[in-house]
């Protein structure tokens, strides 16, 4: 199972600052649950699913 590292999480963090999302409008740009995304921004999802870890990248990806 992939893991979240600290700077993935650092990054989703600041992208989501930057453009003011709540973590409802990151599950509806990732098509991801508000859950999930819960457990990743606040550290306790470590370990995710090859799913959950290339929408995150992806998404970062398009944000930079």
């Known amino acids: 199972m992939p893991v979240i ?3 993935m999480a650092k990054a989703i963090k600041r ?3 930057e453009h003011n999302l709540k973590v409802s409008d990151l599950a509806e740009q990732t098509n991801l649950s508000r859950f ?3 457990r990743v921004l606040n550290g306790t999802g470590e370990y ?3 799913k ?3 929408a995150l990248n992806e998404w970062l ?3 930079l």
């Open 5 to 7: 590292s600290n700077d």
């Open 15 to 17: 992208q989501r600052g």
């Open 36 to 38: 999930t995304l819960y």
């Open 48 to 50: 995710v699913t090859d």
């Open 52 to 54: 959950t870890y290339n």
């Open 61 to 63: 990806y398009q944000k």
